[in-house]
């Protein structure tokens, strides 16, 4: 591996960006996001930290079930986020449409429209399971 | 003067969920807002109708998971009704204490989330810090942190013991603390005056008219809280006083939220005091059918008044029912809130209505006379938002 490209992928493993994005969820997941980077947790120390644009974005944290009108607008966002790049899906409704299933406003899991790296469950998922996800995130990057 | 179009969202990184508006600016003062919602809409109230009460329960429960005790709690409340189904006392003191937890929990969120908006970070680190003690007694007395699920017909899940009474005064000795400090901070900091005071006005007059509710129209000094109007649970015996505030702006609507944290932290002060010691906090047999009936529950919940409609058919599952939530009404006044702010003071006046929505990642600005169009995230408003204060010396 050539010295460049190593260096990349170090910095690629010491701070990781994430867009945080709400595609049709109930909140909880999002606060439970929002808490993993405060100062209890502090998934900060790991180099991460919550982006405005996708455009800045290697990791794209979502939560909530993909909804029929978020569907279109979702893949053009992730169709902004520079290669490569990394889907972290936070929830069951994520996961697999969870709770909503059967609704007529939903499509399924975020799966349904892009595809997905790491699955965390839960409804909330603890942020201790969120930092689980972000370790187990971090260990993909090493192999890449 | 040329009149240029804003749309805010539907993405946005930071809290809440999609949702878009369409800000109409002339130079640097917003003339209008054009909200237009629905990019969460999933269809619970039909899904509902397929479901039992007891699925219709969790259901309820993740309309929006920081009210989400509200939700269940009106939910069931209206099918008791209906139905005609007992609740009893140490249920009722249960469901109260929980709904109090709550309301801190959100009011210390929207505290930091509106610290964050204003550019006073280390108020957001603080409050979020302090939250975490409320979310360890909520998933204490429940299980879980976020989603409680606390309700069932007819009573609640969980018994609150001697033990964990104690932790949980416990815990609202160190909140009062706190609570009591950021009253000061907010009273006396420049920052959050400079930032907050005459912006976003909403008079009394228009605010009844439009409709508006809960901590948005309690700081115009209307006085309108479920709570008291309409005590459902033990509201009507609980000692505490309703919070108005009339500077009708956002200042106001910081204040209100924080001293109705002091206030709840004495309700349930007054609840732990008060609970029965012995008594079921269920019924027997599990209820699963509601005799028919018709019922319209309303609830203070965090972000004002919370409505459902319930029509049961004598089945396990509800024949109709029919959910307002609070930002749904407050949505209107929004508008008239936004009218005549600066660009830059945007971010914070959307907050102070805390909406359970809210996006402004991604914000376009149009030029209409010369036809451009540019991007902004988020953070670039923010960041414009500081500059524009800085030069303008307003903190
Ligand atoms: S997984 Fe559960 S808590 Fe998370 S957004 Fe979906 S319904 Fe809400």
Redesign the pocket.
Known sequence: MGLLSRLIKWARIKSPWILHLNTG??????IEVLATLMPRFDVERFGIILMGSPRHADVLVC???ITKQMKPRFRKLYEQVPDPKFVMA?????CTG???KGCYGIEGGIDTAIPVDIYVP???PKPEAIIDGVAKLLAKLQNL | MSRNIIPIGPQHPALHEPEHFQIIVEGETVVDVKPRIGYVHRGIEKALENRTYIQGAFLVE?VC?ICSNAHQCTFMMAAEEAGGIEVSEKAQFIRTIVAELERIHSHLLWLGAAGLEIGFETLFMYVWRDREVVMDLLEAISGNR??YAMNILGGVRRDISPELADKIRKGLDYLEERTNYYKKLCLEESTIHKRTEDIGVLDPVTGVKLGAVGPTIRASGVKFDVRKNDPHLKYDEADFELITWDTCDTFGRVVVRVLETIESIKIIRWCLDHMPKKGDIMPEKLIRRVPEGEAYSRFEAQRGELVYYLKSNGTDKPYRVKIRTPTMANILSLAEILKGCYIADVPIALASIDPCFSCEDRVTFVDIEKGKTWTWTREELRKYSREFNEREKRW
Request: include cysteine.
């Open positions: 969820g109930c909140n909880a997941c999002d939560t909530g079930p936070v929830g069951n409704c994520a969870g709770v909503f839960g409804c909330p | 993740r998971g976020v989603n």
